[in-house]
Antibody
Framework: EVQLLESGGGLVQPVGSLRLSCAAS????????MSWVRQAPGKGLEWVSA????????YYADSVKGRFTISRDNSKNTLYLQMNSLRGEDTAVYYC??????????????WGQGTLVTVSS | EIVLTQSPGTLSLSPGERATLSCRAS???????LAWYQQKPGQAPRLLIS???KRATGIPDRFSGSGSGTDFTLTISRLEPEDLAVYYC??????????FGQGTKVEI
């Protein structure tokens, strides 16, 4: 059974930093691209970032480019999202998602339960 | 970036009725790489449909997807109370950014 367990969310002040983690199990982690998707309170879904299985390729939404860094440790089956220079508009539930598809044309076949990040003074 | 527009915003129906949800893309979606997700209140989204029409594992056959190019449809043939949710479409026909529609809320 595929499981994705996020951690690291919480309350942080504007311009602060936070690192999210996602512990994966139930599949060969290193073989799959992974992604983060967020959802602001009462709003829709927004794709944030993605990373290839071997960490070779990374992608970011324009809204977080230069501030967020996605990474992974395949030896620990763990995905990370380092978030710097946080803003109020980054307040959201952040979901860790497993990608499926080919050639960087991916949909999201498994989702974690999410971790809430609140940016406020 | 492909913009996805979902309609209607809210759909109010009774159990047993048919629900038709629309997702329109601002440009053609390559190879019908369009997915649908269901998000029930207080839960994470879950995959319903990929490739415009392929049901994910465990999804009841009352859910079906169709369409190509710029126009896609999710149909729920006979609504059940547990289908109360927000439904999102997502295009993945090119390398990122992947985009979602704004969602359709189904009320029962």
């Amino acid at each position: 059974e595929v499981q994705l367990l996020e951690s690291g969310g919480g309350l942080v002040q504007p311009v602060g930093s936070l690192r999210l983690s996602c512990a994966a199990s139930g599949f060969t982690f290193s073989s799959f691209a992974m992604s983060w998707v967020r959802q602001a309170p009462g709003k829709g879904l927004e794709w944030v970032s993605a990373i290839g299985g071997s960490s070779g390729n990374t992608y970011y939404a324009d809204s977080v480019k230069g501030r967020f860094t996605i990474s992974r440790d395949n030896s620990k089956n763990t995905l990370y999202l380092q978030m710097n220079s946080l803003r109020g508009e980054d307040t959201a539930v952040y979901y860790c998602v497993k990608c499926s598809g080919t050639g960087w044309m991916y949909f999201f076949n498994y989702w974690g339960q999410g971790t809430l990040v609140t940016v406020s003074s | 970036e492909i913009v996805l527009t979902q309609s209607p915003g809210t759909l109010s129906l009774s159990p047993g009725e048919r629900a038709t949800l629309s997702c329109r893309a601002s440009q053609s979606v390559t190879s019908s790489y369009l997915a649908w997700y269901q998000q029930k209140p207080g839960q994470a989204p879950r995959l319903l449909i990929s490739g415009a029409s392929k049901r994910a594992t465990g999804i009841p056959d009352r859910f079906s997807g169709s369409g190509s190019g710029t126009d896609f449809t999710l149909t729920i043939s006979r609504l059940e109370p547990e289908d109360l949710a927000v439904y999102y479409c997502q295009q993945y026909g090119s390398s990122p950014p992947w985009t979602f529609g704004q969602g359709t809320k189904v009320e029962i």
